[in-house]
């Protein structure tokens, strides 16, 4: 798995429930290394150990902590960067929902050895749309749902949204948009601001 993955359930852990919380996940998960590197590739069953120790460690579901990982990668300001890269998906919810597909691609811009999922995007209807998340590491819909569900916020849509399930290797995601313009969408501009 690649190190980032790692990393952000590391930054995840630690900027929610504190340095102590991660050092007992990390314990719990049986590895030794509690400070990861992005850019270096561990085994898979690292990354499946850490995520079943934190549920454990912070007392929910597994769905709910990838969920929270996903909110996290898009909410928390270490990791501004990365809801700025979405952003740049479109001018509201439905752009934004259609350039998923080619967001693996775009990551692999960023980070060449970065394997996602790959992603396919249907729109059924005007409010009814679905993404299907094929990859060989089962969860990463409810990462999805943890990302869908922050950037509709920050569109300002209000979105309603289900995890289908995993078949195989995929895990679908209905998407049922209620209403476009609900609120006012948090700001955002191209260009960042120095300072």
């Not at 679908?172 to 006012?184: H, M, N, P, W």
Request: charged share 25%; net charge negative; with cysteine.
């Amino acid at each position: 798995m690649h190190g980032l993955v790692n990393r952000a359930i590391q930054c995840f852990v630690r900027d929610s429930y504190g340095q102590s919380r991660w050092l007992e996940v990390t314990r719990r998960a049986g590895v030794e290394v509690t400070d990861f590197e992005a850019m270096l590739h561990y085994d898979d069953s690292v990354t499946e150990n850490l995520i079943a120790a934190a549920k454990d460690v912070i007392g929910v579901p597994e769905e709910t902590v990838l969920e929270d990982i996903g909110t996290y990668l898009v909410t928390h300001p270490n990791v501004e960067a990365l809801r700025r890269l979405l952003r740049f998906g479109g001018v509201d919810f439905v752009d934004f929902l259609h350039s998923l597909d080619e967001l693996p691609d775009r990551a692999k811009l960023a980070v060449d050895d970065l394997v996602l999922p790959s992603m396919e995007v249907r729109q059924h209807s005007a409010e009814s749309f679905s993404l299907t998340c094929k990859g060989e590491q089962a969860g990463f819909g409810y990462v999805m749902i943890g990302i869908l569900r922050t950037m509709a916020d920050d569109y300002g849509a209000l979105v309603f949204l289900e995890h289908r399930g995993a078949q195989a290797d995929a895990e679908v995601i209905d998407i049922t948009l209620v209403e476009q313009a609900f609120a006012s969408g948090r700001e955002f501009e191209l260009g960042a601001r120095a300072g």
